[in-house]
């Protein structure tokens, strides 16, 4: 069976499946050499016992890799917006 996302992955996947999840059926043979360089920077290593790496796991890795570890909690306004407030303001130099 081939993945198109992971979400749609077991809990733990295989690279072949993680490979076509993460770069498509195209690219998914350069996964395993990419997987061996992620794995030194803290991507999940495959669990011998599971036979996989933990996709929530991966998928956590790239979210903290590309910026987004904990993009998902709700953000809370910063104040009332003013617009056009910046239009008055004078360049301090």
């Known amino acids: 069976m081939r993945f198109r996302s992971l979400q749609e992955l077991p809990l733990f996947a295989d690279d072949g499946a993680l490979g076509t999840a993460l770069l498509g059926t195209d690219r998914s043979r350069d996964w395993p ?27 956590a890795f790239f979210d903290r890799d590309y910026g987004l ?3 998902s ?20 130099a």
Do not use: C, F, N
């Open 73 to 92: 909690a709700p953000l809370t306004p910063d104040g009332p917006e003013e617009l056009g407030a910046w239009k008055s303001r004078k360049h301090q």
């Open 33 to 59: 050499p990419l997987a061996a360089i992620l794995e030194r920077r803290g991507l999940p290593k495959v669990d011998a016992l599971m036979g996989g790496r933990y996709v929530p796991a991966v998928r």
């Open 69 to 71: 570890a904990g993009a």
